[in-house]
């Protein structure tokens, strides 16, 4: 009857205490894409956090597309694009 009791108040405990997570990161996705709207695969893709100066980078994959996770919550970030032949934005 105790180790029932003990059992059935620790699984309470624990179900609190995972109810509090929070998530404490943040993701920027997008796509990349020229003139014709299609996307450019390869095209270099650079987060700054401005507060702090982390910088986070990728590359577009297939059709343009990027995501960049796990950043800093918050912001402002400043995104630079780069590819080859383009104009860097």
Known sequence: MKKQLLFSFLIAVFSVVTSF??????????LVSDNNSEGLFGANVIAKHMPTGTVAGTMTLDGGRYSLPNLRIGGPYTVTISYIGFRTV
Do not use: A, E, F, L
């Open 21 to 30: 997570s929070q998530v404490t990161t943040s993701k920027i996705q997008g």
